[in-house]
């Protein structure tokens, strides 16, 4: 049997219907004028390569007509060309908080120009988990992505273990050994309230996140920092736990209400929330802000549709997506590179509310 019928797929069709061999990665570095190892992560997506490089290679593959070997490049470098973003919550959460499809809104563009599949993972109950822990074992993506970390989540101690390129949206505590994204959780809600005293509010009460979340520590502790530092005491009669979502928001404004009925101020520490205290407010014939000023965080479209329409920290969500996107691919690429936090930079918006 000749050569020829041995590899009919290393033949592609020439000038006339004449059968030539494929082009090689190796024709088009030479073309491109790149190494091999250029034109490499152009293919793969890589974002660490120059726009100039970038568009050089991409001419010599059309020009070449070159066609990525996907399934032997599979086999050579276990790699499946998908990352998961996991979202350890209830679809409920999902659909009807704004920052988890703003999450997915950054991740979406940043890998838009790459080859990666994006699968969306949610984890509800022990026997997702445990499903998930068998996918993730059997290396089935490159990368994972998570979105809303608890601290008794094993999630993030499985991927550790497992050594998959991973990046967090927030982190477990201090000394968090993934790599991580975030917004200045405590410096935005240390604002936040800086803001209600200076406005003349004496009174400041807030609504927590899970407290099993560090985001939700850090926006307390920002608050309790703020309050100090214009000496006034931490009371934990003003102090109403919740879960980040508007009902939780409700149920705990109104329990503050029956608490402390003298509030003047609160800052919650997520835009839904803050919709459902508003809410309360009303009903109780409190007026906002003359009454009682109110401040979210995140600035999501819920606090631009709120009356009055509601004074909010802005994190900067879809950038905090993006960012977590470029890290994993980063990891990806380069296995084994040292883990990196990012943290971003929250911006108090000032509407009606407050």
Known sequence: MSPTAQRPDALHPGAGGRATA??????????????????????????????KAREAVQTAIAELGYVPNRAARTLVTSRTD????????????????????????????????????????LVR?????????????????????VVSVHRDDPLPGLLESLEIPSV???????????????????GGARMAVRHLLRRGCTRV??????????????????????????GHAYDEDL??????????GRVAMRELLA??????????ASDVMAAGAMQVLRAAGRRI?????????????????????????????????????????DEIHERGRARRQVVLATELIVRDSA
Not at 205 to 230: F, K, S
Not at 259 to 268: N, S
Request: hydrophobic share 40%; glycine share 8%; charged share 25%.
């Open 22 to 51: 494929r082009p090689t990665l190796e024709e088009v570095a030479a073309l491109a004028g790149v190494g091999r190892g250029t034109v490499s992560r152009v293919i793969n997506g890589s974002p660490r390569v120059s726009a």
């Open 82 to 121: 998908s990352i998961a973003l996991v979202v350890p919550e209830a679809e409920t959460r999902l659909f009807s908080e704004p920052y988890f499809s703003d999450i997915i809104s950054g991740v979406s563009a940043e890998l838009a120009e790459t080859d990666m599949q994006l699968l969306l993972i």
């Open 125 to 145: 109950n022990q026997r997702e988990r445990d499903r998930l822990s068998a996918y993730l074992t059997a290396q089935r993506v490159d990368g994972v992505l």
């Open 168 to 186: 967090l949206a927030g982190r477990r505590g201090d000394l968090e050994p993934l790599s991580y994204v975030h917004a200045d959780n405590a």
């Open 205 to 230: 009460a807030t609504l927590t996140g899970p407290l099993d979340m560090e985001v939700a520590q850090a926006r307390l502790g920002g608050y309790r920092r703020a309050l100090e530092e214009a």
């Open 239 to 248: 102090v109403g736990l919740a879960d980040f979502t508007e009902e939780g």
């Open 259 to 268: 608490r402390k009925p003298e509030l003047d101020g609160v800052f919650c």
């Open 289 to 329: 802000p003359d009454d009682v000023a109110v401040i979210g965080f995140d600035d999501s479209i819920v606090a631009r549709h709120t009356d009055p329409p509601m004074t909010s920290v802005r994190q900067p969500i879809e950038e905090m997506g993006r960012t977590m996107a470029r890290l994993l691919l």
